[in-house]
């Protein structure tokens, strides 16, 4: 339904920075459209659930972020571009997971059960 591109991953030492970016693909790469999902990132590490990282609402005027990781996160958008960044700073080797993108329409909700469209995910890997 919604396709997502991540890019940015890779292997960082800790209180190293990354960031990741977020494509819109065919289906919602035009404004109107984007314009019309809020986006945000979660994360899963081998083992685990998947949990919310951050979001931003439709318009970037409000942001969210997941308590263990508040203060080293800035999620940001450009409609314009349809893409979605995150740039994450003193990355911490529990960090280390894969890192998606999403989409949902209308209001954020941080259960990933109504996520509308999911990325491939990008590796995070953050070495001690």
């Known amino acids: 339904q919604v396709q997502l591109v991540e890019s940015g991953g890779g292997l960082v030492q800790a209180g190293g920075s990354l960031r990741l970016s977020c494509a819109a693909s065919?289906?919602?790469?035009?404004?109107?459209?984007?314009?019309?999902?809020?986006m945000g990132w979660f994360r899963q590490a081998p083992g685990k659930e998947r949990e919310f990282v951050a979001a931003i609402s439709r318009s970037g005027g409000s942001t969210y972020y997941a308590d263990s990781m508040k203060g080293r996160l800035t999620i940001s958008r450009d409609n314009a571009k349809t893409m979605v960044y995150l740039q994450m700073n003193s990355l911490k080797p529990e960090d280390t997971a894969v890192y998606y993108c999403a989409a949902q329409g209308g209001a954020w909700s941080n259960d990933p059960s109504r996520v509308d469209g999911w990325g491939q995910g990008t590796q995070v890997t953050v070495s001690s």
């Open positions: 065919v289906r919602i790469a035009s404004v109107r459209i984007f314009s019309t999902y809020a």
